[in-house]
């Protein structure tokens, strides 16, 4: 659901009252039924589907019922049969994703490498049907549909799955279209036989996620975003701005939504998992690995890295690497994607063994300070976070030559840089950079204060206060669509 | 040893019964064992000193990443003698968490009992004669782990 437009509160308000409504009166008159609640949740995630993306709803909807039905199947099989159908489901799962995703970038990008004239004949043709643009939320709600399967194949328990539970455990409104993606065992439990729970403190805790992903949003991310000049290739300062501002907006953006979805989760009585615990802060690539998309990478590391090295631990090393590539391509079908996968997965790969020996001989000799670990554990995200931004590969070449140039970093270019701006310009970029610099600040110091959770001291309730007040103030007057709704 | 309840940090008292004896170490409970077996693996994994290692720490603090923590959880599987989770460290991201979770839901006591653990130093070697040992005792089994080299 795209949480920056306005029509998604609008459909959510317009269903909601006549819902709520209904149902107080029906409590009022003993006449209604607990069961109402699973099917008034079920109403209101689909209206809302329908009303961000109608195209992406016909494959949703052809998806849940082919998954429902393959998996009461499965469940009643057993041995290889069962197995077989788990497998069928997943790979018509897997192939209606790369259909819509992969096609054009295999015939064009890679078949085109080898065979000359195929990209523009391909081009001209138009491709395949319906393959032009990504359905929103296709990856995230097909991820969440395969993980089901597969741990429904592996519970011991086998007890036939409820039509309308399954529905709302893939369709529940605020993660179906971009997360997180939520597991059979945390969320199916709290989805079977639903039920409203409205509370104060439910209200009060939804409302604190709420202002803090809104604050992420749409006061730090959309306001950054227009200072990201992805054209700008020659002045070094304006570049590494530029991979510096996009490293932040991702992050806010992303996490953002992700706080968005918890806190409207929380309203109605459903807890989702934190899909980001303060990845800045990491003191280490392994670290910010554990800290960034959690549920993603949590999904690429059961349904993909353990199934692949299977027993061949040994192997350890080089599925790691491929599966950080998979998950590159997975971001997008675009060289720029698989450079960045592999570029995270050569990274951890390169201080396992490179880095730790050196750690060792420098650690006997030098004092290490963490400030100096979170540093360059920063700047590779952020290295990283150039590969993810540029999908032009020419301009990706270019800006990488600037970088390492050592002249580029002259004072005249810093000049020029800071020219480029007008006064008004500078005054808002400074001001905004400011308030990411306090916001990444409070969660460095929930972690060093150990607190349980790394955003407390941004959800405490005078901080909430504020943030909410800055988003009134402060919202961009244009909001950008969400990263991840490309994905 | 009173690890759960003592004032001082864990991974004091843990550095402190392999400093006193090295040939012996001894604990109260099972979780105290298993500690001390995953405070000695990490630190020689990461060339670490075992005194600097806090067991209420997240394990990438101390540079853990995926294929220790497989690799790890292999050990630990040959260790106890039982199939673990995979993704144990990372369900459970410290040495405290994870012994909890290992001596609530697995059979532990064999490996754990004074003179099991009085060989926890040298479990890594343990492994080939534990292999073995295993292979005798279950018949076909054995076999098939012969012809097949593992």
């Keep these: ?487 | 040893m009173q690890l759960q309840n003592s004032s001082s940090k864990p991974s004091e008292d843990l550095s402190k019964n392999h400093l006193q004896d090295d040939n012996m170490i001894v604990e109260n409970s099972p979780a105290e064992a298993i500690q001390t077996w995953l405070v000695t693996k990490l630190s020689k994994q990461l060339s670490l000193n075992a005194k600097t290692i806090d067991v209420r720490e997240p394990l990438t603090r101390y540079g853990l990443d995926s294929i220790d923590a497989v690799t790890l959880v292999g050990d630990l599987e040959d260790w106890l003698g039982c199939e673990l989770p995979s993704t144990l460290l990372w369900d459970y991201p410290t040495i405290e968490k994870s012994a909890e979770y290992l001596v609530k839901e697995f059979d532990v006591s064999a490996a754990v009992s004074p003179v099991a653990s009085s060989n926890v130093k040298d479990a890594g070697s343990d492994k080939t004669e534990k292999v073995e040992a295993s292979s005798k005792s279950s018949g076909w089994g054995g076999l098939w782990n012969r012809i097949s080299g593992s």
């Design chain 1, 1 to 487: 659901m795209n949480f920056s437009d306005f029509s998604f509160w609008w459909v959510l308000l317009l269903i909601s009252v006549p819902l709520f409504t209904v149902r107080y009166i029906g409590k009022y008159l003993n006449i209604w039924r607990d069961y109402f609640d699973s099917i008034g949740l079920m109403v209101l995630s689909l209206m809302l589907f329908v009303n961000a993306s109608r195209s992406s709803f016909i494959i949703f909807a052809f998806e849940i019922i082919l998954n429902y039905l393959m998996v009461r199947l499965m469940l009643r099989r057993r041995g290889w049969e069962s197995q077989a159908i788990a497998a069928v489901v997943i790979g018509i799962d897997v192939a209606i994703l790369a259909y819509f995703k992969y096609v054009n970038f295999f015939v064009e990008d890679v078949l085109g490498l080898f065979v000359g004239g195929v990209a523009e004949s391909w081009q001209q043709r138009g491709g395949i049907p319906g393959a032009g643009a990504i359905p929103p939320g296709i990856s995230f709600y097909t991820f969440q549909m395969v993980a089901f399967v597969v741990d429904s194949f592996k519970s011991k328990k086998k007890q036939p799955i409820g039509v309308v539970d399954y529905i709302n455990f893939v369709s529940f409104f605020p993660q179906v279209v971009a997360g997180p993606i939520e597991r059979r065992a945390d969320l199916f439990p709290q989805i079977e036989s639903f039920r409203f729970k409205f509370s104060a403190e439910n209200f009060e805790d939804g409302l604190k996620w709420l202002s803090l992903g809104l604050f992420m949003k749409l006061v730090l991310a959309d306001n950054l975003s227009p200072y990201i000049n992805l054209q700008e290739t020659g002045n070094v300062w304006l570049v590494w701005l530029s991979i510096y501002l996009f490293t932040l907006r991702i992050y806010f953006d992303f996490a953002g939504y992700s706080f968005i979805a918890l806190g409207l989760a929380k309203f109605v009585g459903v807890q989702l998992t934190l899909n980001f615990i303060a990845p800045y802060t990491s003191p280490s690539i392994q670290e910010f690995w554990r800290r960034w998309h959690v549920t993603l990478s949590t999904w690429f590391r059961d349904y993909v890295f353990l199934p692949l090295m299977g027993a061949k631990k040994q192997w350890a090393a080089f599925y790691l690497f491929v599966t950080f590539t998979l998950s590159g391509f997975w971001h997008g079908a675009a060289w720029n994607f698989i450079i960045w996968g592999a570029y995270h997965g050569l990274l951890l790969l390169v201080l396992r063994y490179a880095g730790r020996p050196f750690y060792r001989f420098v650690g006997e000799r030098l004092f290490m300070p963490q400030f100096l670990s979170w540093a360059l554990t920063f700047g590779s995200v952020m290295l990283g976070c150039l590969f993810f931004m540029e999908s032009d590969m020419t301009r990706l070449g270019q800006k990488l030559q600037t970088l390492v140039t050592p002249w580029a970093y002259s004072f005249s270019n810093l000049g020029e840089a800071m020219s480029s701006f007008s006064q008004n310009e500078g005054a808002v970029l400074v001001l905004i950079l400011f308030l990411t610099t306090v916001e990444l600040f409070l969660e460095h110091l929930a972690v060093w204060q150990k607190r349980t959770n790394e955003y407390d001291l941004l959800l405490s309730p005078w901080v909430t206060r504020v943030l909410l007040g800055l988003t009134i103030l402060l919202a961009a007057n244009t909001p950008s669509k969400f990263i991840y709704f490309e994905f």
